[in-house]
T-cell receptor, first 110, second 114 residues
Framework: GQQVMQIPQYQHVQEGEDFTTYCNSS?????IQWYKQRPGGHPVFLIQ?????EVKKQKRLTFQFGEAKKNSSLHITATQTTDVGTYFC??????????FGAGTILRVKS | NAGVTQTPKFRILKIGQSMTLQCTQD?????MYWYRQDPGMGLKLIYY???????DKGEVPNGYNVSRSTTEDFPLRLELAAPSQTSVYFC?????????????FGSGTRLTVV
């Protein structure tokens, strides 16, 4: 099946700093989804990207889909303590199944 | 709407015991999934279902069984529990094609096998 590499594995930032996590695939993706999981919680859907070069924003979060549809990024501007958690990208396989990346753990120092 | 409801929230099993993790959704979603998440890891697909009466294996199905007799319910059965099955189990559901909604996850069942 398909796989997606997510980097970095872990990032610890000072509150107010920016944060970026990247997902890379060796194959062209039909779409990519992003999820956030708070410590001790469950994954929560953030967004889906479908189009080549697509950029979507949700307040301080910016999501990008690469031109070749093989990579994606999530950028958080001016992190806050409420941003703490693990951010997962996920790609869709045949049959509407999602394959999740390993996730990037974000910790924010206040 | 309750969304996706999982029970129990926590469980400790002894090696060799069996149990059923319950999952129910009230959103009339056709697609349902079971994932496991080991500490510090991503989610691995155990089984999934595209509708009542239809189930299929995911990436890590060994040691588990599922059934889907109704649209709402998708229980996961563990037979002969082993320490390797210690994990957090998440049930999820989705529309057939959901570009704007993604998966809806339950709050998880934290299982320890000792």
């Amino acid at each position: 099946g398909q796989q997606v590499m997510q980097i970095p594995q872990y990032q610890h930032v000072q509150e107010g700093e920016d944060f970026t996590t990247y997902c890379n695939s060796s194959t062209t993706l039909s779409n990519i989804q992003w999820y956030k999981q708070r410590p001790g919680g469950h994954p929560v859907f953030l967004i889906q990207l479908v189009k080549s070069g697509e950029v979507k924003k949700q307040k301080r979060l910016t999501f990008q889909f690469g031109e070749a549809k093989k990579n994606s990024s999530l950028h958080i501007t001016a992190t806050q303590t409420t941003d703490v958690g693990t951010y997962f990208c996920a790609l869709e396989e045949y049959g509407n199944k999602l394959v999740f990346g390993a996730g990037t753990i974000l910790r924010v120092k206040s | 709407n309750a969304g996706v409801t999982q029970t129990p929230k926590f469980r400790i099993l002894k090696i060799g015991q069996s149990m059923t993790l319950q999952c129910t959704q009230d959103m009339n979603h056709n697609y349902m999934y079971w994932y496991r998440q080991d500490p510090g890891m991503g989610l691995k697909l155990i089984y999934y279902s595209v509708g009542a009466g239809i189930t299929d294996k995911g990436e890590v199905p060994n040691g588990y069984n599922v059934s889907r007799s109704t649209t709402e319910d998708f229980p996961l059965r563990l037979e002969l529990a082993a320490p390797s099955q210690t994990s957090v189990y998440f049930c999820a559901s989705s529309y057939d094609r959901s570009p704007n909604y993604g998966y809806t996850f339950g709050s998880g069942t934290r299982l320890t096998v000792v």
